[in-house]
């Protein structure tokens, strides 16, 4: 989600401001989760983590010969041409596509502008790089996309040695609950 992915940088970020943060990617961290990670001080991936696809994707289905197929019309009244737009049953108008074009445009450079803030990128070697392409670590770390090649423990290194983290620090790792228990507006039954 290109919000999702948008509010949890905001937060990252302003959390370095009081508290270093590494990101640690694991397996897959692309798209948003690339974004993520940007708003990291320091950015560690396995060797073979799959990274990058940088860019911006809206994706939507045209059921129309399927509801045509089972005898389905579908009709709106709307209060102007590009009020719920797209829909899954007609076609794609010229003008709900310029509209969507330039939703996923807007999204786009605004994501390459943080690739370039973020990993000291050259604008146009960051617009090279946010063709949407995958890579995996060691290729990430080639393309400057991130720090260093390791897991866990490469990142509690460099939390130690560059931020003077102390070495006796717990780590805690948190967890969500499968439960609703704790959500605190949650009505529990006895």
């Keep these: 989600s290109t919000t999702g992915g948008e509010a949890l940088y905001g937060a990252l970020r302003e959390l370095s401001e ?3 943060v590494v990101a640690e990617i694991r397996t897959l961290g692309t798209s948003a989760g690339y974004m ?6 320091h950015i560690v991936a396995r060797y073979n983590t799959i990274t990058g696809s940088i860019g911006v994707l809206f994706q939507f289905g045209n059921a129309r010969k399927l509801l045509e197929t089972v005898g389905v019309e579908m009709e709106a009244v ?4 590009l009020k719920a737009e797209p829909d899954f049953y007609s076609e794609t108008t010229p003008q709900v596509r310029a509209m969507l074009e330039m939703l996923v445009n807007d999204s786009y450079d605004w994501f390459v502008d943080l690739v370039a803030e973020r990993r000291a990128l050259e604008p146009g070697r960051a617009r090279e790089l946010s063709d949407g392409r995958i890579l995996i670590g060691h290729r990430a770390l080639d ?5 260093a090649i390791g897991g866990e ?5 460099w939390l130690e040695s ?3 983290v102390a070495e006796d620090l717990p780590i ?3 967890s969500v609950s499968d439960s609703l228990d704790d959500i605190p507006f949650s009505s529990r039954v006895s």
């Design 36 to 41: 993520v990670a940007l708003a990291a001080d």
């Design 143 to 147: 393309e400057k996309l991130i720090d």
């Design 18 to 20: 009081k508290k270093p």
């Design 153 to 157: 423990d490469e990142a509690i290194a």
């Design 162 to 164: 560059e931020k003077g």
């Design 172 to 174: 805690v790792t948190w």
């Design 78 to 81: 709307k209060s102007a041409p």
